[in-house]
């Protein structure tokens, strides 16, 4: 088998992510983009989107990290918009979209027609917290968002085989239905609640971050599997056990949750990066399929698809945000109080993304030996809704926010309460350190317990100082100046112990040694910006 297109692939996807990074367009949008004109590139193969890859290896640890770095707490807070976008909207939609598909679409079947609904129901996990995240959305929107993403792929994948039952003739009754979406999404939820305390005993037991590591690399693999070997939601299982994790992830040794979020970090960039340069390089396999359909006639069935997408997202959207309010003065006394531009931003992030395409892509070729009706239609009419949604909402969303004046995160605030939380927890640690100086087992020389407030001092100050005066000359607030100067110092430290390596007056392993200690002191010198996290 020959590597070098997969090694390509993944190289080139990670140097267009890497440029998306430095431009105003983000990352899932270029992607596509690139893709789409990369295929019909001399000399670039033909990559075929696997749903056999895609759902069971490359979904569950893009869903994990998505689940890990929620929170817990605001999704609870947010159940109610959170379960009726993620699993509401998404029958909603797998209805609605299917019935109007049938009466646009001749000569296509309603079964069928409710199978590409099924399939273009769940607005994609990546794209909308990628975009979340970098326009700066207010807390609460953004969780609900997240929040729907992480479960609307469990409602759709459960719709879709309900909805392939009936169009290959299996004879599913709606009671069926129900009690096959009822088992999947219990089984899936009840597999995830078995799963979370043991693997959180064994990550916390494991005394080795190395092996700890290699156990969250484990994890969304071994509880997707677990839950699908039972047919039930394995994306409801990996969303139930990473929220755990994520939630309980201060009881892990230090060593492991620094290994953790680098190690993470990178395999969601190479997975994101190539499943969205994936989505582009499509476009041939799905062009030639279509067959006997015209260019002009499908491009129309396309335009159509997309059209009814996007309204019937904003017809749920509207009356759930709403109705609930009108009905409930509980609802009102608990919620926020909310106007007409947040359901139109929730509206409007309709973004979908590979989950879909691998759906459609796992359509099978025949039923009951004859092929299944219009299957290359509805794989065209997914990947064109993808892609209309991810360039027309994706790059008209930022400018749709300025206009509505969506208010971003208040970073002073958020300051505030950092420095708050922090000055709380240096008070308490002050007072444990003064009462273990006072036992004799615990003696140090003076210079060294000054140190130990030094450090503590340090950590309460440093966020004050962010919210503090500013340097006229350079624009820094004192701790952003220290940051600096203490990067420089270690900069120069460093310089000098490679020059000594060099002159062989000490050698490589002392000097990996010299330079990990520095590279530790840097790191807790150094704040990482949350544009680069």
Do not use: C
Request: cysteine-free; aromatic content about 8%; hydrophobic content about 55%.
């Amino acid at each position: 088998m020959d590597a070098l297109p997969l090694v390509a692939l993944v190289a080139g996807s990670a140097a267009v992510a890497g440029v998306a990074r430095r431009t105003p367009v983000a990352a899932p949008l270029l992607l596509v983009a690139v893709g789409l004109g990369a295929a019909y590139l001399p000399g670039v193969p033909e990559y075929t989107l696997d749903p056999g890859v895609v759902l069971p290896l490359v979904l569950p640890p893009l869903l994990y990290t998505a689940a890990v770095d929620s929170s817990y707490l605001d999704l609870r807070a947010n159940l109610r918009p959170v379960a009726l976008l993620s699993v509401g909207y998404v029958l909603f939609a797998t209805v609605v979209v299917g019935w109007l598909a049938y009466l646009i679409v001749p000569d296509l079947p309603l079964t069928a027609a409710l199978v590409l609904g099924a399939v273009i129901a769940p607005p994609d996990a990546v794209a909308a917290t990628a975009i979340a995240r970098r326009l700066g959305l207010p807390s609460r929107l953004t969780t609900v968002l997240q929040g729907e993403s992480l479960v609307n792929d469990a409602t759709a994948i459960t719709a879709y085989k309900v909805a392939l039952a009936a169009a290959v003739g299996a004879g599913v009754s709606w009671a069926e239905g129900l009690g096959e979406f009822a088992l999947a999404s219990v089984g899936g939820i009840g597999v995830g609640l078995v799963l979370m305390v043991p693997l959180h005993w064994l990550r916390t037991h494991l005394k080795e971050a190395l092996l700890q590591n290699t156990l969250s690399l484990l994890i969304p693999f071994v509880a997707y599997a677990a839950a699908e070997r039972v047919h039930a939601s394995g994306v409801l299982a990996v969303v139930v056990v990473a929220l755990y994790l994520g939630h309980r992830s201060w009881q892990v040794d230090f060593a492991t949750r620094l290994q953790e979020e680098a190690v993470w970090k990178m395999v969601s960039f190479i997975l994101e990066s190539t499943v969205f340069a994936l989505i582009g390089l499509q476009l041939p396999f799905v062009l030639r399929g279509l067959g006997t359909y015209g260019g002009g006639e499908a491009a129309w069935y396309a335009v159509a698809v997309f059209v009814v997408v996007v309204v019937v997202r904003f017809v749920w959207v509207f009356p759930a945000t709403f109705l609930p309010r009108v009905i409930s003065s509980r609802i009102r006394e608990r919620e926020p109080d909310t106007d007409w531009t947040a359901p139109v931003v929730v509206g409007w992030a309709g973004m979908r993304g590979v989950v879909s395409l691998a759906i459609a892509f796992s359509i099978p070729l025949t039923a009951h030996g004859a092929p299944f009706p219009a299957r290359n239609l509805v794989l065209f009419l997914t990947f064109t809704t993808v892609i209309a949604t991810l360039v027309v909402q994706g790059l008209s969303l930022p400018p749709l926010i300025r206009l509505l004046r969506i208010p971003g995160r208040d970073t002073h605030a958020e300051t505030l309460a950092e420095a708050q939380a922090q000055n709380e927890a240096s008070q308490a640690a002050e007072k444990l350190l003064n009462s273990m100086l006072a036992d004799e087992d615990n003696e140090l020389p003076e210079p060294l317990a000054d140190r130990l407030r030094t450090v503590m001092a340090r950590r309460r100050n440093a966020v004050w100082e962010r919210l503090g005066t500013v340097n006229e000359h350079t624009g820094e607030s004192a701790d952003d100046t220290y940051r600096r100067l203490a990067r420089a110092m270690i900069g120069a430290e460093r310089s000098v112990f490679v020059e000594l390596r060099d002159r062989r007056r000490i050698d490589d392993e002392l000097l990996r040694t010299l330079l990990r200690r520095l590279d530790l002191e840097e790191a807790a010198a150094y704040r990482e910006e949350e544009g680069d996290s």
